[in-house]
């Protein structure tokens, strides 16, 4: 199992060293950890809109969808029926072409970029025991990179994946391993020991925003995808749950990743809202009865020239007016004019 781990980390060497020169380039531009990891993000999620775009749309055929389920639940109910009900909605997903996880997706494609971040992170704060050899020397009186030594104290930093020369190197080093920005150690976790009590604000608020913010996304997922969410509880239940057992991964995890998880969540919810607003992706069609109700008053109304109210939205007639209209019934039920009754009269005479 080891060497097969050992290989796949071979293989996985150029693409952690390209990730981590790129989060070192954006450091050297702006000295601050979370800042870096904002920008390194920003870049992931560039890549992967296009995913993102297409989950989107996915959610949104599932909307469409939603009465036909309601018409298969109604018609294969009771656990007798419950074989035959989920072979019948494979069958309409499969019509459509439709993903009944497309509402996971936008979370489960935070995981590759996650696990190419956390390798990364893992790798620039690499720790040596005393006495390894270091490819730097580091004095009261600087960092000398092309100065090998050996560590001299109890663990040393040896960062990985990231020039010797580069700014972020000589930082890790000079804070012995640490990621500090702003007073704090983005390397540490929230569960890891901290000095005084308050030290766990930060790293709580980011835990508590990764998760409230995937909330979020998948809330507003919903609001448009109402009938989607009621037909198929079993998403909707993987979906409440599925930011709380992402919460277990930010709370061993460093807090520079959670920067990661913040900022692409926040990414995704503004794309969502992007697609919906600009109209790229629709949201649930209207029932069949209102678009003929609709289109035959838009004929009518071409063809005479008046507008038609429909049946249902037509007012009830005044009094004043019924009783000019209408007179007393013949002996058939039919209404009889009062000018009519006054012609017969003088015919008659």
């Known amino acids: 199992m080891s060497s097969l781990t050992h290989a796949i980390g071979s293989l996985a060497q150029p693409l952690l060293k390209f990730v981590a020169g790129i989060l070192a380039f954006f450091y050297s ?8 990891v904002t920008l390194l993000t920003i870049v992931i999620m ?12 996915n959610m949104a055929a599932m909307q469409a969808l939603g009465p036909e389920m309601k018409k298969l639940q109604a018609k ?13 909605m494979m069958r309409l997903y499969k019509e459509h072409k439709v993903n009944p996880a497309s509402g996971c997706l936008p979370m489960l494609l935070q995981m590759p970029a996650f696990f190419i971040l956390y390798s990364v992170v893992r790798g620039i704060t690499n720790m040596v ?14 960092f000398q990179p092309s100065n090998p030594s050996k560590c001299d104290l109890a663990q040393c930093a040896d960062p990985r994946y990231i020039s010797t020369t580069s700014k972020m190197y000589q930082d890790i080093v000079a804070s012995h391993g640490k990621l500090v920005s702003g007073g704090i150690d983005f390397a540490d976790k929230l569960l890891s020991h901290h000095s005084a009590m308050w030290m766990y604000i930060p790293y709580a608020i980011l835990v508590a925003g990764a998760v409230g913010l995937q909330y979020v996304q998948m809330a507003r997922l919903n609001a448009r995808n109402p ?26 995890v460093a807090a520079i990743l959670n920067v990661y998880f913040v900022v692409s969540s926040a990414i995704r919810i503004l794309t969502q809202e992007v697609l919906f607003r600009k109209g790229m992706v629709g949201g649930p069609p209207a029932s069949a009865g209102t678009i003929d109700a609709n289109a035959k008053s838009s004929s009518a109304t071409k063809a005479t020239g008046v ?9 009830l007639p005044k009094p004043g007016a019924a009783e000019d209209n209408n007179g ?9 004019h009062p000018r009519a009754k006054g012609k017969r009269e ?4």
Do not use: C, H, W
């Open 46 to 57: 560039a890549a992967v809109t296009p995913l993102t775009v297409k989950s989107t749309k």
């Open 29 to 36: 531009i702006i000295p601050s950890y979370p800042v870096a």
């Open 346 to 349: 003088r015919k008659a005479r």
């Open 307 to 315: 507008t038609k109210t429909p049946a249902k939205e037509r007012a």
């Open 76 to 88: 294969y109910k009771g656990a007798e029926n419950r074989a035959q009900l989920n072979e019948e």
């Open 227 to 252: 009938q989607a969410s009621q037909a198929n509880p079993q998403a909707a239940m993987l979906q409440k749950y599925m930011p709380l057992i992402f919460g277990f991964i930010y709370l061993n």
């Open 328 to 336: 007393p019934e013949d002996e058939n039920g039919a209404k009889k």
């Open 129 to 142: 025991a005393k006495g390894s050899a270091l490819p730097y020397t580091y004095t009261a009186a600087g």
